[in-house]
């Protein structure tokens, strides 16, 4: 019996600490990182994050890897099943520069996967996280 209650109680403990943590991110966190991207482009922290705006108008600080006329992050919350599929519409603000494309969710490419995560995010866990491609049209 008393297994099953210290079971009990840290499954407890790590749902409030789970669910702290998305209060903390959302809105105390994330909304001084926006900040931040928006008043300082060429600071430390533009650098490694850009600003996505999800279909649903969901602004998220992510970091990104550019390659040529794509852009890739790494999704650890459900935002990106908004990227499902066919993808939708989307805009970045990477380094002060606004940029509209099309976001996607890859959830079907382990190779391009691996390749990308093995680059932005080389010491998360291999499992860890939803690939998400923005592409662009290239300029006239």
């Known amino acids: ?3 099953m209650k210290y079971a009990s109680i840290a499954s407890l403990v790590l749902l409030v600490l789970v669910g702290g943590y998305a209060v903390a991110s959302r809105m105390i966190l994330n909304p001084r990182v926006v900040r931040e991207l928006r008043e300082h482009p060429d600071g430390e922290r533009a650098r490694k994050v850009m600003l996505i705006t999800l279909p649903s108008g ?3 600080p992510v970091n990104y890897l550019r390659d040529g006329q794509r852009v890739y992050a790494g999704a650890d919350f459900p935002w990106w099943r908004e990227l499902r599929g066919g993808g939708a519409e989307v805009s970045v ?3 002060g520069r606004s940029l509209k494309g099309h976001g996607r969710a890859i ?3 382990p190779v391009l996967r691996t390749s990308v995560f093995g680059r932005l995010r080389p010491t998360a866990p291999k499992w860890a996280g939803t690939l998400v491609e923005v592409t662009f049209e290239k300029p006239r």
Request: aromatic share 0%; charged share 50%; proline share 0%.
């Open 58 to 60: 969901k602004a998220i």
């Open 1 to 3: 019996m008393d297994a």
């Open 93 to 95: 603000l990477i380094r």
């Open 107 to 109: 959830e079907d490419d």
